[in-house]
């Protein structure tokens, strides 16, 4: 009796050991959206429910183009209170210069959604359709590129511009394989670890590549001492009134990571230097939440990495983040609003 007492003690505390083991790898594996995405040379994600929660978006007055009013009449998915979290891979093209441009992307969207009004949105929107691993991908042709979209699931879309179908297909694929907290791509699998715990958006990888110009990354025209391939770890937490802003660069030496600290040091400086100039010619809250966020950035290096990290007041995100940008920014969505719309 005591041996089957013993025994059935020691399966229960095993079962409780493996449910804490689950629970602990669902909690520290990467977002399912993010997992879903393809092969890519960079991710970018996105929690918009503590961004919604800081900022009330859905409260704010939005101004909307006729056609992306047209898709929220036809599909009942209003972006700002239906769009929990998004995911988007980032492709570099061969030939920048090409119809598809220099980057490529393929997007991941988790939220409320009525599958059969967007089904039907999207079958009178596409030229043609694909049945594939059980899911219908429509294609709609936007000013030169091909953008293919799938439901996954009641909550969850897809969708790539890429030229092929190789990327759809493998988020359709993932998405069979989406319940081990292992699953994702190499990119996911190798700089995930890097992102700081709690973080309501990240991106890691080449995220220099949408801003890049002459083989530099260029940001509001200022061009950066920072060539587009270069690797970052990039992270905002919310907490105490602002977004914690942290953007690692992983540099390939200790000195090259030394030179890029002087280089944006000097940058950091030229800006604080023009900083009053900026002040002076913007409303009283908006200098003073420029002012504050100015004197928060810090850069430091840490072997081969260079750190920078900032505040950002709310206030000062409120007026940088509508709701059309912060969620209508997919990337894609610039080159095709109706049919981003309806992957959002």
């Known amino acids: ?144 590129r091909r953008l293919r979209i799938a439901q996954l699931g009641y909550d969850t879309i897809a969708a790539s511009n890429m030229p092929t179908t190789e990327q759809i297909h493998s988020m359709l694929d993932r998405y069979r394989a989406s319940a ?27 995220v220099g590549l949408p801003f890049s110009e002459r083989g530099r990354i260029t940001v509001f025209g200022l061009e950066l001492p920072l060539p587009e391939d270069t690797t970052f770890v990039a992270s905002l937490r919310y907490g105490l009134g602002a977004l914690h802003l942290r953007i690692e660069q992983i540099a390939p030496t200790d000195a090259a990571a030394a030179r890029s600290t002087e280089a944006l040091d000097a940058l950091l400086q030229l800006f604080q230097a023009i900083q009053p100039k900026i002040e002076a010619q913007s409303e009283s809250s908006d200098a003073e939440a420029m002012s504050e966020f100015a004197a928060s950035i810090q850069i430091e290096q840490h072997k081969d990495r260079v750190v920078l990290t900032a505040n950002v007041p709310l206030e000062l995100l409120k007026k940088l983040v509508t709701p059309e940008a912060a969620i209508g920014a997919a990337p894609s969505a610039a080159a095709a609003p109706p049919a981003s719309a309806a992957g959002r």
Do not use: C
């Open 1 to 144: 009796m005591r041996k089957r007492t013993l025994y059935s003690l020691l399966v229960m505390l095993a079962l409780i050991v493996a449910l804490i083991a689950a629970v602990w790898l669902r909690k520290a594996a990467p977002p399912e959206v993010a997992r879903l995405l393809p092969e890519s040379d960079a991710i970018v994600y996105l929690n918009l429910r503590p961004l919604r929660a800081a900022t009330h978006l859905e409260r704010a007055p939005v101004s909307r183009s006729p056609e992306f009013q047209q898709f929220i009449d036809a599909t009942g998915i209003d972006p700002e209170r239906d769009l929990d979290a998004a995911a988007f891979a980032l492709h570099r093209m061969d030939d920048p210069a090409g119809p598809n441009g220099p980057v490529a992307y393929s997007e991941v969207f988790e939220g409320r959604f009525d599958g059969a009004r967007l089904a039907r949105y999207l079958a009178g929107m596409a030229t043609s359709q694909e049945q594939y691993a059980g899911h219908t991908i429509y294609t709609i042709p936007i000013e030169g």
């Open 180 to 206: 081990s907290p292992f699953a994702g791509s190499s990119l996911l699998a190798s700089r995930y670890r890097d992102v700081p715990l709690l973080s309501s958006a990240w991106a890691i990888g080449h």
